[in-house]
T-cell receptor, first 108, second 113 residues
Framework: GQNIDQPTEMTATEGAIVQINCTYQTSGFNGLFWYQQHAGEAPTFLSYNVLDGLEEKGRFSSFLSRSKGYSYLLLKELQMKDSASYLCAVREEYKLSFGAGTTVTVRA | DADVTQTPRNRITKTGKRIMLECSQT?????MYWYRQDPGLGLRLIYY???????NKGEISDGYSVSRQAQAKFSLSLESAIPNQTALYFCATSGGANTGELFFGEGSRLTVL
């Protein structure tokens, strides 16, 4: 089974950096995903980590430490459109289990 | 057009009614999933299918059933809807030699009165 924890809410200022942490416990691990979800919309893929280390993709970066059961998503140069929920998901074989999501509010 | 299409997008029904949510995809993926989303609980897996003849229960399958009529279609049924099944339902697909990334439909909002 899965136990995935992430903060419920975070607030940051436009142009700033925000780091969203995710910790997990799993009986099997085949990768960790981050998804973005705007209110009332479908989740959209942001990043995937299967090996330890940092994956950078434009303003977004994701880090994984498998030994610690820990990941973070780093959002840089925040924009108003980044206000959304960010979902951490752990893959076990071909099933994804999701955390409850972190709602990020970007203020001007 | 969306690659993963869900119908209906919105439905209001009464307790005890039978409801079917349909999902079709044009991505050619073998794996299909149904999730429900509730505030504060995130996405929870209801059922999943890796092939036309393959059906598997997720973590919250009670009160639900599914049918995989073809590779491209995966429907979710509530035989006798109850108010705590009020939620946003998402269909998703995954396939090929990819990372296991899920591609989501636009969601079906179901309200049971």
């Amino acid at each position: 089974g899965q136990n995935i924890d992430q903060p419920t809410e975070m607030t940051a200022t436009e142009g700033a950096i925000v780091q969203i942490n995710c910790t997990y416990q799993t009986s099997g691990f085949n990768g960790l995903f981050w998804y973005q979800q705007h209110a009332g919309e479908a989740p959209t893929f942001l990043s995937y980590n299967v090996l330890d280390g940092l994956e950078e993709k434009g303003r977004f970066s994701s880090f994984l430490s498998r030994s610690k059961g820990y990941s973070y998503l780093l959002l840089k140069e925040l924009q108003m459109k980044d206000s959304a929920s960010y979902l951490c998901a752990v893959r076990e074989e071909y099933k994804l289990s999701f955390g409850a999501g972190t709602t990020v509010t970007v203020r001007a | 057009d969306a690659d993963v299409t869900q119908t209906p997008r919105n439905r209001i029904t009464k307790t005890g009614k039978r409801i079917m949510l349909e999902c079709s995809q044009t991505k050619g993926h073998d794996r299909m999933y149904w999730y429900r989303q509730d505030p504060g609980l995130g996405l929870r897996l209801i059922y999943y299918s890796f092939d036309v003849k393959d059906i598997n229960k997720g973590e919250i399958s009670d009160g639900y059933s599914v049918s995989r009529q073809a590779q491209a279609k995966f429907s979710l049924s509530l035989e006798s809807a109850i108010p705590n099944q009020t939620a946003l339902y998402f269909c998703a697909t995954s396939g090929g030699a990819n990372t296991g990334e899920l591609f989501f439909g636009e969601g079906s909002r179901l309200t049971v009165l």
